[in-house]
């Protein structure tokens, strides 16, 4: 009678298997999202900044050997002041490759407005337009020189700049207007221009001779101090 008080029914097993919660499927859900401590995300990032302070150090050793290996006239070499006179030289190809690159398409664009002068029996327009338009030009030019106040060749370069873009801004504008006018216009434009390529070269020439007697002078000073010397 004991014994059977003591021993479990199947019945009752089966009530006390229901009630326990299921371990099975709470041991995948804790592998799935294991949790991490913080120490332990360190622990991580440490040795990646260990390892990019080695490269760093690394670079810099093999950086200052081969320093060490290069031979002295290397290092002697003035590379910043030959960088620089690569960043002067390439600059001076730009600007003449822009200044030719200018002139051709103002050569282009007068022919085309010759010959649409011819075609529209308008040849009378040709020589009053440049002649008018090279009269604007010194008048603007009178004007613009006392209105901007600044050094001669600063001033006179962006006097000549402001004059080229009006005169640019007169030939997309006279397509606007009809034959007769067009034509007089186009080649007012080409006058305006066409005067202003002349005031340019005239202001290069001025530039260009005192370059020249500071290249003589200098040129003649060795040659002065090597004949006192004899």
Request: aromatic share 10%; with cysteine.
């Amino acid at each position: 009678m004991a014994s059977s008080l003591l021993t479990p029914t199947p019945k009752f097993q089966i009530n006390r298997f229901k009630n326990q919660p299921s371990q099975l499927h709470r041991r995948p859900f804790l592998l799935a999202h294991p949790q991490r401590s913080p120490t332990c995300f360190m622990k991580i990032i440490n040795p990646q900044f260990g390892e990019t302070d080695k490269v760093k150090l690394q670079l810099s050793i093999a950086k200052e050997r081969l320093w060490e290996a290069t031979p002295d006239p290397v290092k002697e070499f003035p590379w910043r002041k030959a960088g620089d006179e690569l960043l002067k030289r390439l600059m001076f190809i730009g600007q003449a490759a822009l200044k030719w690159s200018l002139i051709a398409v103002f050569i282009f664009s007068s022919v085309s407005d010759v010959i649409f002068s011819i075609s529209r029996n308008q040849e009378l327009m040709i020589p009053v337009g440049l002649l008018i338009g090279c009269l604007i030009t010194d008048y603007l030019k009178e004007i613009l020189q006392e209105v901007i106040q600044a050094s001669e060749d600063k001033g006179l370069n962006l006097v000549l700049a402001s004059i080229s873009c009006l005169f640019v801004l007169t030939k997309v504008i006279s397509t606007y207007f009809a034959a007769r006018a067009q034509v007089f216009l186009l080649h007012v434009a080409n006058g305006g221009l066409l005067q202003v390529l002349w005031l340019w070269r005239q202001l290069l020439k001025e530039n260009d001779e005192p370059t020249k007697e500071n290249v003589f002078s200098s040129d003649q000073e060795p040659s002065l101090a090597a004949d006192a010397k004899e």
